[in-house]
């Protein structure tokens, strides 16, 4: 069975700050791929990053960077200077094979970020 | 445009009356899923298809059918719904997972809000 564990439910942080939101996985996997999305107040789900498990490169993307790190079996998410249009729920997917050529993607809870202004 | 689309987006009903809610892609993609997502419980998986005519049960697949006739429809199907299934649902497409591919997150459709009284 594969598992994401996303332990921060919720994080306040003043504008500007830098935020880190922590991400770890199960899987039996060797070939897996994990997933960032944003869930900003409006509901849509919007795809952030994806990360193969062959690929351990970390990513700078503006003010967003990921650490991936096969060793701890973490994804974390940073973003740097944050801002309020950085408050949403912020999830970790990961999407691995679950038998006979199946493959299931599989969300953690979700970590809320808010900005305060 | 390259989208998922999902209706209705609200729908009220009561306790055991059958509804469809439909789910399409025009981006010829292979991977169809169905989420939902409750408040603390992040997104579960209801359902999934790997191609045409091939579905699988994701986490929460009790209460629901899915069929997958045609490559761009998904349709969800809740043949006597319960309360316990007000939910905000999710429909996504992605290329096939377990590809090595640059391509595979998953497009999500903007969610239906459904409330079963």
């Known amino acids: 069975a594969q598992k994401v564990t996303q332990a921060q439910t919720e994080i306040s942080v003043v504008e500007k700050e830098d935020v880190t939101l922590d991400c770890v996985y199960e899987t039996r996997d060797t070939t897996y791929y994990l997933f960032w999305y944003k869930q900003p107040p409006s509901g849509e789900l919007v795809f952030l990053i994806r990360?193969?498990?062959?690929?351990?490169q970390n990513e700078i993307s503006g003010r967003y960077s990921w650490n991936f790190q096969k060793s701890t079996s973490s994804f974390n998410f940073t973003i740097t200077a944050s801002q309020v249009v950085d408050s949403a729920v912020y999830f970790c997917a990961l999407s691995a094979h679950s038998g006979a050529g199946s493959y299931q993607l599989t969300f953690g809870k979700g970590t809320k970020l808010s900005v305060i202004p | 445009e390259a989208q998922v689309t999902q209706n209705p987006r609200y729908l009220i009903t009561v306790t055991g009356k059958k509804l469809t809610v439909t789910c399409s892609q025009n981006m010829n993609h292979e991977y169809m899923s169905w989420y939902r997502q409750d408040p603390g419980l992040g997104l579960r998986q209801i359902y999934y298809?790997?191609?045409?005519?091939?579905?699988d049960k994701g986490d929460v697949p009790e209460g629901y059918k899915v069929s997958r006739k045609e490559k761009r429809n998904f349709p969800l199907i809740l043949e006597s719904p319960s309360p316990n299934q007000t939910s905000l649902y999710f429909c996504a497409s992605s290329w096939a997972p377990g590809v090595i591919s640059p391509y595979n997150e998953q497009f999500f459709g903007p969610g239906t809000r459904l409330t079963v009284l």
């Open positions: 990360r193969n498990s062959f690929d351990e």
């Open positions: 298809s790997m191609n045409v005519e091939v579905t």
